[in-house]
């Protein structure tokens, strides 16, 4: 009966055809922790077997399929990969705990909380809540006290803004003329006495009838 590995739903595997590593992460933060590169003494001679395979053909092309075999069994599933994924856990753990809170593999340098027992995630740190509750305080009086302050002295809201000139199709930032041209940005008038539109912009009364626009 094989014995479990942990580390399974947070292990990458960086293996290739001269040796294995595996990359453990941490479910808090994300940072990786990569095991020491194992090489394998055996691939030189499978090397050597698929090159004499491939010049001479015969038993020798047997051989260097069956060292592709192998290859394929490598990048899947073989007794000498879950040796080496044992062997990697076993250097890696010291780094990690499990958190008996929520189950997941934590790093111990960084999401770990050692005088709880559990993850930073389960059971924070005292100090980064309170640090992280005066942040969250502070963001919300500032922006109440932004609420508080009247911004719009000086303003005219009563004019609809225009983003360009209808003149000559600059950008503007708000104003009543163009600070490119100088034509008035205000929306012409129409007069609800004769109907008349014309220059009648920023005009109070129309000047064909008299009549309050």
């Not at 038993?59 to 040796?83: E, F, H, I, M, V």
């Not at 780094?95 to 389960?122: H, K, P, V, Y």
Request: net charge neutral.
């Amino acid at each position: 009966m094989s014995t479990p590995v942990p580390f399974t739903d947070n292990v990458s595997d960086l293996s290739n055809y001269e040796g294995y590593q595996f990359e453990f992460r941490c479910e808090r933060c994300g940072n990786g922790y990569r095991s020491a590169y194992q090489r394998d003494k055996l691939e030189m001679g499978r090397g050597v077997l698929r090159a004499v395979g491939s010049l001479f053909g015969g038993r020798a092309q047997d051989l260097s399929n069956a060292a592709g075999q192998w290859a394929y069994n490598r990048g899947t599933n073989s007794p000498a990969k879950d040796k080496a994924l044992a062997e990697a856990v076993q250097e890696i753990s010291p780094s990690f705990r499990q958190c008996r809170g929520c189950g997941d593999w934590m790093c111990a340098d960084q999401c770990w909380n050692d005088e709880i027992g559990q993850c930073l995630r389960c059971s924070p740190s005292v100090a980064e809540e309170i640090s992280r509750a005066q942040a969250e305080a502070q963001r919300r009086q500032i922006w109440d006290k932004a609420e508080q302050t009247d911004w719009t002295t000086g303003l005219d809201v009563a004019t609809r803004a225009k983003l360009t000139c209808p003149s000559c199709g600059s950008k503007v930032d708000g104003g009543k003329f163009c600070s490119s041209c100088g034509s008035a940005l205000a929306l012409p008038t129409r007069c609800g006495g004769c109907g008349s539109s014309a220059n009648k912009t920023g005009a109070v009364f129309c000047s064909d009838c008299g009549t309050k626009l």
